[in-house]
């Protein structure tokens, strides 16, 4: 139904930037909203940034407010992130993910349990 294919990570210094983008295709048409996670080695997937695809509203979680912008193209079903100051606690592996169909509040697509469909990843890695 829907496939989607992060690209853009690699090694960075801290302080540097890097521009993740997320190529979507399929019933894309359908989506709802579509945001970025991250994962360490033994660690709980969680929250970057999401956005909704109809009006635009955008969404970060603390540790990257201010450093990270989410922004999508529709014409190419394509959403980034610009990752601007990174700091070495930014290394992870990074996901998108979209959402079909809305069941709540905007507020509350913070939740990876509330996403449909998810990308391979891509790592991304901040040296000291």
């Known amino acids: 139904q829907v496939q989607l294919v992060e690209s853009g990570g690699g090694l960075v210094q801290a302080g540097g930037s890097l521009r993740l983008s997320c190529a979507a295709s399929?019933?894309?048409?359908?989506?709802?909203?579509m945001g970025w996670f991250r994962q360490a080695p033994g660690k709980e997937r969680e929250f970057v940034a999401t956005?909704?695809?109809?009006?635009?509203?955008?969404a970060y979680a603390d540790s990257v407010k201010g450093r990270f912008t989410i922004s999508r193209d529709n014409a190419k079903n394509t959403v980034y992130l610009q990752m601007n100051s990174l700091k070495p606690e930014d290394t992870a592996v990074y996901y998108c993910?979209?959402?079909?169909?809305?069941?709540?509040?905007?507020?509350?697509?913070?939740?990876?349990?509330?996403?449909?469909?998810w990308g391979q990843g891509t790592q991304v890695t901040v040296s000291s």
């Open positions: 956005i909704r695809w109809g009006g635009g509203s955008t």
């Open positions: 993910a979209t959402v079909l169909s809305a069941y709540y509040s905007f507020s509350y697509y913070d939740r990876p349990r509330l996403y449909d469909y």
């Open positions: 399929g019933r894309t048409f359908s989506s709802y909203a």
